[in-house]
């Protein structure tokens, strides 16, 4: 069996079993193992022990995880899976096979990168362009700002270019970060001219791990 969708990247998996009904079983689960970006393929699923045809079809592919369910895994294969990075799974009940299936995968999983709100600010003086840099006053009107914080520019209500704060003011006192309806000056890396009126909302982009 095997079950897959195009553009994806795909974790091979070698499913060896005691008998149909326990290989069945696991297909089934293994088949609802599947992210959007990432998922389980099968390559191989037979009944019958791990052999030396199940090692080299490990060798030649790649992202590839061999599993065993209540099969015997001869100790001279068992040696050349490991000493070529081999992931070789074997387990005789269900459960602690995925999960250490689950585990074994984790790495190759890529994290789901999350935006997080922090605050706006609306811009209320354009001071100057130093390079790269961009001086403006404004108020905070909601949240908060951080220096490293990320920030979207919105224009008339569409967003209109994107860069990151790197230096906050209050009274030409340095701070690292700046509270709600307060007004501040804001020195600023973005890929277009701020204007006055401009709103910036600016957030922080987290990375969180998922897993099957």
């Keep these: 069996m095997r079950f897959g969708k195009e553009g994806k990247t795909y974790i091979n998996v070698i499913l ?3 008998v149909s009904g326990s290989k069945e079983a696991i297909e089934g689960t293994l088949q609802t193992m599947q992210l959007e970006d990432v998922g389980i393929r099968l390559i191989r699923s037979e009944v019958g022990d791990i052999n030396d045809s199940d090692v080299q079809l490990a060798l030649s592919s790649s992202n590839v ?3 065993g369910f209540k099969v015997k895994f001869p ?5 050349q899976a490991k000493n070529n990075n081999v992931t070789v799974i074997a387990a005789d009940i269900i459960y602690d096979l995925l999960d ?3 585990a ?3 790495h190759l999983i890529p994290a789901e990168i999350r935006e997080v709100p922090l605050g706006k600010l609306k811009v209320l003086k354009f001071f ?3 390079k790269s ?3 403006i006053g404004g108020k905070v009107n909601e949240g908060i700002l951080q220096i490293g914080g990320l920030l979207r520019v919105i224009r008339k209500n569409v967003a209109q270019g994107k860069g990151k704060i790197t230096n906050l003011q209050i009274r030409q006192q340095a701070v690292s970060e700046v ?4 007004e501040c000056g804001v020195s600023a890396e973005v890929d277009l001219l701020i204007a006055e009126g401009d709103v910036l909302e600016v957030y922080k982009e987290e990375r969180v791990g998922r897993s099957f």
Excluded: Y
């Excluded at 100790?75 to 040696?79: K, N």
């Excluded at 509270?179 to 307060?182: F, L």
């Design 16 to 18: 060896k079993t005691d």
């Design 65 to 67: 995880v061999v599993i």
């Design 75 to 79: 100790p001279h294969l068992s040696e």
């Design 100 to 102: 250490q299936l689950k």
């Design 104 to 106: 074994a995968v984790a």
């Design 128 to 130: 100057k362009q130093e």
């Design 133 to 135: 840099k961009q001086i």
């Design 179 to 182: 509270a709600e309806g307060n």
